[in-house]
């Protein structure tokens, strides 16, 4: 061998064993890095003329199991799907307080109820009617602060999403710029490890966020894609656009995320792309969007639910019963009703007009089966033409029963043995004559209206409703137009069905109630109303308030939950006695010493309410402090049932990312007798050429 060629072969070790201790060193370096993989240098011979002309670097590679990062990439989506809703659960299980607090809803019912029971002993007693109403609104309170921090806990994770979409977008920008860069290193014959563990790391970033797949090309370039099959990148870049709405309330209706290709030139976002939110599986934002439109919604819906019976039950009692002196005017709250409506009832109700003494000067049993009452005038006709002294109204939704002179006041009682009914409510109950307890949402869905009833929104206004599901995605929509509709009830109810079929079967239940049932696959989806421009007759309640369409109203059931303003402000104006419709001449027929309607209220601690399913709890009969106690409950087990999933993939994460780093992790040890190995290699080529080159000189020297 030539001493040209031991120059070379020493010069192709000293490089290759400098790239070996330059690769050495990183591992070093990096030896605390979470996640990173060792770089290994490949060596092969350099072959001249069939000879050993040195060595060369084969490949600079980092030592990675393919496997165990694919499953590290599928475990770290699920345990982001669980760990976005633990965080969340916790929120929600600190407002709720210990279950062994004063504060708890139950505890909050039961002491409600309490004062009611200690006031039925003392009826006049004013202390105790103010301690009694002091509670119901601290009840009040804690059910309309709960409410409104349910729907924050929905703003904050839909904050959440953005802020993990901003987080992907900026990860899946790095993965394209360094796909570009590592192929074009590859073509140039370089070996970009470095780059290549810039991108692992921010596939990683993507991992937990989105369920995905990773497929490294033969070019070097790696493609990614949602599980489902949505293509996030290729030879091209895309970006989630994502519009969070200004204001998340009971209302709103989140749009869907979508995977838009970027121009390759411009930058420029495309305004439309693929549904992404539809085709997660796992991942933080998966979690925080089943927690924004599923989880919370449904607490929100079930708490709303035991919100309008407590509400219901407590007014049931009270618009049976009468305050001493009863009050001039008896005004409810608007139903919606028109005058033309049929008037839906049964059963009798008595109508009193009350002297300043308190005896009856004028009543009237109104039977509701009686021969030609057909509407709700037939029965204000009915009503006026046979008392004295009183006027029965309905004007604009609300009915009243004022009495004619300014000293003289008015009362109602139902029937004992044949108490009215309409929708399942007494007549004072369904218009809300003598509320004691006030909300946002009053109306019931039980409007007590048949299928050939006149719907009562003339023919003007339109009604826009969608079908949506988790994550904003749209199945269907539908506008009912009610200039084209036909007059019934029945004609709503079939453009209906006519509209969502295949998603959802509409139908009036025996109370009144506008019923959906889902179809198969959309169990999940939930109506939604997008604008509604209706107006029943002259009252300004419009048809999706009318009918509760969508969980809106569920929802809102729970707010501004409280006593009336009136009656807190006045305290004597709490109905606790009852109507003695058989006192005669000269005997009051209510007396301040009269406690049935407190009893009445009090019996409510025991009494068993069907309430309909509502979340994630089924449709049951129970208390109104059992319900709260199942709702409480519910939830806590759902929180535990989510950290526990959260903690089993943490373990998995770890797990999976111990064994990975046993594949692909820095051992110190093996790192130092490896830089030994290069460094007494690289003396060695060093020293040869440091000879040769003296050979050179004593050659030259001979010369």
């Not at 979409?165 to 192929?183: G, K, M, P, R």
């Not at 199942?630 to 939830?635: A, D, M, T, V």
């Amino acid at each position: 061998m030539s001493l040209d060629a031991v120059m070379r072969t020493a010069l192709s070790g000293m490089n290759a064993n400098q790239a070996a201790l330059r690769s050495t060193s990183n591992n070093i370096a990096n030896v605390n890095t979470p996640g990173y993989a060792r770089e290994e240098v490949l060596l092969e011979t350099r072959a001249l003329d069939g000879r050993g002309a040195g060595v060369d670097i084969a490949e600079v590679r980092r030592i990675v199991d393919d496997f165990l990062n694919r499953e590290l990439i599928t475990i770290s989506a699920k345990h982001g799907y669980y760990d976005s809703q633990a965080l969340l659960h916790d929120r929600l299980q600190s407002l709720l307080g210990n279950p062994e607090s004063l504060s708890t809803l139950t505890n909050l019912i039961d002491e409600s109820f309490s004062s009611i029971g200690t006031l039925a002993t003392e009826p006049s007693q004013l202390p105790r009617r103010i301690s009694a109403l002091s509670d119901l609104q601290n009840l009040g309170d804690a059910i309309n602060r709960l409410a409104e921090q349910l729907q924050l806990l929905r703003a904050d994770a839909d904050a959440r999403i953005q802020s993990d979409i901003n987080v992907v977008n900026s990860a899946l920008e790095e993965v394209h710029e360094l796909n570009q860069v590592i192929v074009q290193q590859r073509l140039s014959g370089h070996t970009p490890s470095a780059l290549e563990e810039q991108r692992a790391r921010a596939i990683e970033k993507v991992s937990s966020a989105i369920d995905i797949r990773s497929v490294q090309l033969s070019d070097y370039s790696v493609t990614i894609s949602t599980v489902s099959g949505v293509t996030l990148v290729d030879s091209s870049l895309r970006q989630l656009v994502y519009t969070p709405p200004s204001l998340v309330e009971t209302s709103v209706s989140f749009t869907d995320i979508s995977a838009n290709k970027v121009d390759p030139v411009t930058g420029v976002v495309a305004s439309t792309g693929d549904s992404l939110a539809t085709s997660l599986r796992n991942g933080t934002i998966k979690g925080l969007i089943d927690m924004r439109d599923k989880e919370l919604p449904e607490a929100a819906v079930a708490l709303g639910e035991l919100a309008a019976n407590i509400v219901d039950q407590i007014n049931g009692v009270h618009n049976n019963s009468s305050a001493v002196p009863a009050p001039n005017a008896l005004t409810g709250r608007n139903t919606g009703a028109i005058v033309t409506d049929p008037h839906g009832f049964t059963g009798q109700t008595t109508f009193a007009v009350l002297d300043a003494n308190n005896e009856i000067s004028s009543s009237y049993t109104i039977d509701f089966s009686g021969v030609g009452l057909v509407t709700l005038q037939d029965v204000i006709n009915d009503v006026n033409a046979n008392i004295v002294g009183g006027t029965l109204a309905l004007t604009n939704g609300v009915m009243s029963f004022t009495a004619t002179a300014g000293t003289d006041s008015v009362a109602t009682l139902q029937l004992p043995a044949d108490p009215s009914s309409r929708g399942g409510r007494g007549f004072a109950h369904f218009f809300g004559l003598n509320d004691l307890m006030d909300g946002r949402y009053l109306n019931q869905p039980e409007t007590g209206m048949t299928g050939t009833a006149a719907h009562g929104f003339g023919a003007t206004g339109t009604v826009n409703i969608e079908f949506r599901g988790p994550g904003g995605d749209l199945a269907a929509s539908h506008t009912l137009d009610f200039t084209t509709l036909g007059g019934t009830i029945n004609a709503v109810i079939t453009d209906l069905n006519t509209n969502f079929a295949g998603y959802g079967t509409f139908a009036l239940d025996s109370n009144g109630k506008l019923t959906m049932t889902p179809a198969s696959g959309y169990e999940s989806y939930d109506m939604a109303v997008r604008s509604d421009s209706t107006n029943r007759g002259t009252t300004g309640v419009s048809f999706s308030q009318f009918f509760g369409v969508g969980n809106r109203y569920n929802m809102d059931a729970a707010f501004g939950v409280g006593v009336k303003s009136a009656i807190d402000a006045n305290p004597s104006l709490m109905a606790l006695a009852q109507l003695d419709t058989g006192a005669g001449a000269g005997t009051p027929a209510l007396t301040s010493g009269d406690n049935r309607g407190a009893n009445a209220l009090f019996a409510l601690t025991n009494t068993q309410v069907s309430f309909s399913a509502a979340g994630d709890l089924p449709a049951l009969s129970s208390t109104l402090a059992d319900y709260a106690g199942h709702f409480l409950s519910n939830l806590g087990i759902e929180a535990d049932r989510v950290s526990t999933l959260a903690e089993d993939r943490k373990f998995l994460v770890d797990e999976i990312s111990t064994r990975r780093d046993t594949v692909s992790g820095v051992n110190l040890d093996e790192e130092l007798s490896n830089m030994i190995i290069f460094q007494n290699a690289f003396n060695a080529a060093a020293r040869l050429i440091t000879t040769t080159n003296q050979m050179f000189d004593t050659l030259l020297s001979i010369a």
